[in-house]
C-alpha cells in the first residue's frame, strides 16, 4: 500500500487528489488531510478515506474539528506547527496543495524525508525554486508537476535530453474576461473574473487566469522547475485549453501534450508515476473538437507576462516579491480596494520600491530568508495599496 498525504485536501486540487484515491482504497494507506476553513469536509474526507490524522491550519476551529472526528479515532490537531508534524509523518507521496505562499513550509519540510512530493502549489516554486530543488537533492526526494502545464512538459520530455531542448510553449486559455474589449477590464469585478471558461479550480487561481498572473507564475515555475532560460520559455494563448504545453527540440520537432481540461490527469500521472495508470478523464474526440486556436498575448492587456519576464532576468529573491506582492494585490481586488488593472501595477511597484535591497539580488539561502523576504514584500505592497488610495480622485 502506498501511504499518501493530502496538504489542501479541502480544495480543488485536494478533492481531485481524494476522488483518485478514494476510486482505489485498497491501494493506499491515507496518513494526513490538511485543510483550513472548510473543517467539516476535512472531517468527512477523513473519515472516508480512513486518515490517521486530520489537520487545520485554524487553531480555533479545532474544537470544531474534534467534535466532528467524535468517535472516528481519526487524530485532530490545528496550526502551522501541526502542518510541520503531519509533513513529518512517513508517507511515500504527498501532495502539496495548499493555496498561497502558505503551501511552502510544509511542502519543504516534507522533503527531509525523501519523499515524493507531488507540487501543485506553483507559489513553492515561484518564492523559493533553487532552494525548494536542493533540499530535494540533498534528501533523495522527487518533487513531481501537477500543474496541467508542467507535467504537460514533463511527459514530453520522458526519454529525451533537456540540452536539445530549444523552446517550451505553455498554453494559457486566456481565462474569464478573454472576449471582454481590453477598455472594460479595469471596471472586472471578482465576479466578473471568477468564472472559468474551461478549468474548474480554487477562487483565487481563476482570478489569476483571467489577469494572467497564473500564466506569469507558471513561466517562472518553468524557468525554476526544468532549469531552462527564460528566452527559451514562450507562452501563447489557445482558448480550448486543450493542449496544455508543447515541447520543441533543436531538430524542428515539437512534442504536443493533449488532453481534457480535468486536473485529475496531472494528479493521476504523479500519482502512478513512473507508470501510467487507467484514469476516469473524458477521452478527446479530435474529429468533434475539429479545431485549435492560438494568438499570441498582447502586452498591454496582460502586463503580468512582462513583469514575470523582468522578474526572471533578475533573478536572486524577485519571484519572492514578485509572489507575496501578487497575493496581497489580489487580497485588495478580492476587497474592492484595488482594480482589476491594478493589480499588475502594485506588483511593479512592490518590486520596484524593493530592487534596491541588497538581500534581493541572490537566491534565499534557508526558509528563513524567504518568509522574511515574503513578509517585507507583503508589508511593502499593503503600503503601496494605502498610497494608491490615498492619491486616488
Ligand atoms: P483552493 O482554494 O481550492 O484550495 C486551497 C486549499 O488550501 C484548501 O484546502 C484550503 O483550505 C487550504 N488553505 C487555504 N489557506 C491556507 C493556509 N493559510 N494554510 C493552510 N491551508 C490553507 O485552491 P486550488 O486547489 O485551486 O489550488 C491549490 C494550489 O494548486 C494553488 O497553489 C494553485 O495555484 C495550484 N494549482 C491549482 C490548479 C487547479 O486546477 N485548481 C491547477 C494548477 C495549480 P479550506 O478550503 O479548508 O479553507
Ligand atoms: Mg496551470
Known amino acids: 500500500m502506498k501511504r499518501v498525504s493530502v496538504f489542501g485536501a479541502t480544495g480543488s486540487i485536494g478533492q481531485n487528489t481524494l476522488d483518485l484515491i478514494a476510486r482505489n482504497p485498497e491501494a493506499y494507506d491515507v496518513v494526513a488531510l490538511t485543510g483550513a476553513r472548510n473543517v ?6 477523513a473519515r472516508k478515506v480512513n486518515a490517521q490524522i486530520a489537520v487545520t491550519a485554524e487553531e480555533a476551529l479545532l474544537p470544531d474539528l474534534r467534535a466532528a472526528l467524535e468517535g472516528s479515532g481519526i487524530e485532530a490537531a490545528a496550526g502551522s506547527a501541526a502542518l510541520l508534524e503531519a509533513a513529518d509523518r512517513p508517507a511515500d507521496w504527498i501532495m502539496s496543495a495548499i493555496v498561497g ?10 522533503l527531509r524525508h525523501g519523499t515524493t512530493l507531488a507540487l501543485a502549489n506553483k507559489e513553492s516554486l515561484v518564492t523559493a525554486g533553487p532552494l525548494l530543488l536542493a533540499e530535494a537533492k540533498r534528501h533523495g526526494a522527487t518533487i513531481l508537476p501537477v500543474d496541467s502545464e508542467h507535467s504537460a512538459v514533463f511527459q514530453a520530455l520522458v526519454g529525451e535530453d533537456i ?4 523552446r517550451i510553449i505553455i498554453t494559457a486559455s486566456g481565462g474569464g474576461l478573454r ?15 471568477g468564472a472559468h471558461p474551461n478549468w474548474d479550480m480554487g477562487h483565487r487561481i481563476t482570478i489569476d487566469s483571467a489577469s494572467m498572473f497564473n500564466k506569469a507564475m507558471e513561466l517562472i515555475e518553468t524557468k525554476e522547475f526544468f532549469g531552462i532560460a527564460p528566452e527559451k520559455i514562450e507562452t501563447v494563448v489557445h482558448p480550448q485549453s486543450l493542449i496544455h504545453a508543447l515541447v520543441g527540440y ?19 500521472y504523479a500519482l502512478h508515476y513512473p507508470d501510467r495508470a487507467h484514469l476516469p478523464v473524458a477521452r478527446l474526440d479530435l474529429a468533434q473538437i475539429a479545431t485549435l486556436e492560438f494568438h499570441a498575448p498582447s502586452d498591454s ?24 506582492a501578487k497575493e496581497i494585490a489580489l487580497d485588495g481586488f478580492l476587497a474592492g480596494s484595488v482594480g482589476f488593472m491594478d493589480m499588475s501595477a502594485v506588483v511593479a511597484e512592490t518590486l520596484d520600491a524593493m530592487s534596491s535591497r541588497a538581500s534581493l539580488s541572490n537566491a534565499p539561502q534557508t526558509l528563513e530568508d524567504v518568509l522574511n523576504i515574503d513578509h517585507m514584500a507583503r508589508e511593502t505592497a499593503q503600503r503601496i495599496i ?8
Not at 494605502?386 to 480622485?393: G, I
Request: charged share 20%.
Open 40 to 45: 467539516a469536509q476535512l472531517a468527512a474526507d
Open 250 to 268: 533543436c531538430d524542428g520537432a515539437l512534442m504536443a501534450h493533449l488532453g481534457p481540461p480535468d486536473m485529475r490527469h496531472a494528479i493521476g
Open 386 to 393: 494605502e498610497q494608491r488610495k490615498a492619491k486616488a480622485p
Open 301 to 324: 492587456r496582460y502586463p503580468a507576462l512582462r513583469i514575470a519576464r523582468e522578474v526572471m532576468a533578475a533573478g536572486g529573491a524577485h519571484g519572492c516579491v514578485f509572489n507575496a
Open 179 to 193: 472576449d471582454w474589449p481590453e477598455s472594460a477590464l479595469a471596471s472586472a469585478t471578482p465576479e466578473d473574473a
Open 163 to 166: 540540452a536539445a531542448v530549444e
Open 101 to 110: 505562499a502558505a503551501g511552502l513550509a510544509p511542502g519543504f519540510r516534507a
